[in-house]
């Protein structure tokens, strides 16, 4: 009935069906609660709360109304990352769109799955400082590199400060995606590299040695 596309509910018996179906749930097993989760995820009919109650069950009851609910404001979002496990904010990092503040939160509060799965959703907005924090973050977490190299939102200054980590290939990748000149930057290499054995001191250790050349070529 609830479902329904004959329009047999009118507006005063679809609420009061929404307040039965938010009581049921609180008394149904499992089960029934992820099935009903499965029917309602794509529905705009369903109240606020009943969603965001769905949303906040166990995983298996939230994931189809967290990756497909469009009736999910960022402010509810926002709740369940704070408040709910990772896999919860790995169903929302694949959601259909992902806007700066989810993002934000999803990068704050999530592991590195969770981010990884972020930053791979082209959907996903990604806000100046958030683009820069894991531009950093992948000198050190491998796996974030090539997903942060397929984004159309990585600006050439960025792409360019990751060529010094990156593996060789993924150089190959961005010079070749985003015009820089290869012998350019290995002439800035060249440059540090000499700079770092211009200034040698025999009683510096290998661990000064290699952090003032990190230094030179960032």
């Known amino acids: 009935m609830f479902l329904s596309p004959d ?3 009118n507006d005063h018996e679809r609420v009061l069906m929404n ?3 938010v009581k049921l749930l609180k008394n149904v097993e499992k089960k029934i609660r992820k099935g009903l989760s499965e029917r309602l995820a794509e529905s705009d009919e369903i109240s606020i709360e009943l969603v ?3 949303a906040n069950d166990h995983i298996e009851v939230a994931r189809p109304v967290l990756e497909k609910s469009a009736l999910l404001k960022d402010e509810d979002l926002v709740e369940t990352i704070r408040n709910r496990t990772d896999s919860h904010r790995l169903s ?4 259909e769109h992902v806007s700066e503040t989810v993002s934000d939160e999803l990068i704050e509060h999530g592991n590195e799955d969770v981010i990884e799965a972020l930053i791979q959703n082209s959907n996903a907005e990604l806000s100046k400082a958030s683009m820069d924090y894991l531009v950093q973050e992948s000198r050190s977490v491998d796996r974030f590199q090539e997903p942060l190299l397929n984004r159309n939102d990585l600006s050439f200054e960025l792409a360019h400060k990751m060529y010094w980590w990156v593996s060789a ?3 190959r990748k961005i010079v070749a995606e985003f015009d820089i000149d290869e012998t350019l ?3 800035a290499l060249e440059d540090a590299t000499k700079e770092v054995i211009e200034k040698h001191n ?3 250790g290998v661990m000064e040695k ?3 050349l990190v230094k030179n070529m960032v």
């Open 7 to 9: 329009g047999r509910l």
């Open 19 to 21: 307040d039965i179906m």
């Open 52 to 54: 965001t109650m769905l």
């Open 92 to 95: 929302i990092a694949i959601r």
């Open 169 to 171: 290939a993924l150089r």
């Open 185 to 187: 930057l290995d002439d």
């Open 202 to 204: 025999e009683k510096e």
């Open 210 to 212: 290699a952090i003032l």
